[in-house]
């Protein structure tokens, strides 16, 4: 991930705290990635550069759950990032989540803050059963259950299905996938 990419992490974070008036890590990790995929759906790239992996109880951004759960092997410059902007419960509440700070709004634009907006209403507050539920689906599977892959990430393409790209979209998104490769 490039600078900007983990300050555009940062800024989603916190518009999401802010707008929610904090949130437990699990429903965070939710809210971004259906906002994820549902950006992805609709006009062709990721919102966040973060892989998301498929785990137990659904899929997380993997940069930022390491940070976040204070992982030895995160990202040393996003945690830092992360410190400084969001403040952890502790004790019984550890899992809790509290903005520090607004998000700066020259890091989002107006599509990601609508589908953030989107996924926080139809997300944000439902149960934990109901959330790993809807975040089980056909790419998680695949990713979860792929028993030849070590950290079991999620495929773009795959995650753009879910999220019902059609297929001229699904199209787009290799090519724009195959430009990022090339200039990587």
């Known amino acids: 991930m490039t600078n900007f990419d983990k300050q555009k992490l940062t800024e989603i974070v916190l518009y999401i705290l802010n707008k929610t008036k904090g949130l437990d890590y699990y429903h965070l990790f939710k809210v971004i990635y259906f906002a994820n ?17 498929a785990l137990p109880d659904g899929p997380v951004p993997s940069v930022l759950y390491d940070c976040i759960k204070d992982d030895i092997h995160c990202d040393k410059e ?19 989540l509290i903005a520090k700070r607004g998000a700066d709004m020259d890091y989002l634009s107006n599509a990601d803050a609508e589908e953030i907006d989107k996924s926080i209403q139809e997300n944000a507050y439902l149960s934990y059963g109901e959330l790993r539920t809807k975040s089980h689906g056909e790419e998680w599977h695949r990713a979860f259950y792929n028993t ?37």
């Open 37 to 53: 995929i549902a950006h992805l759906a609709k006009y062709g790239f990721r919102m966040t550069t973060d892989e998301f992996c």
């Open 78 to 96: 996003l945690e830092a990032m992360i410190e400084k902007s969001v403040a952890k419960g502790n004790d019984d509440a550890y899992y809790m």
């Open 148 to 184: 030849k892959q070590g950290r079991k990430v999620m495929d773009v393409i795959g995650m753009a299905k879910d999220g019902m790209a059609s297929d001229d979209m699904i199209e787009y998104i290799k090519e724009n996938l195959a430009v990022e490769s090339a200039l990587a």
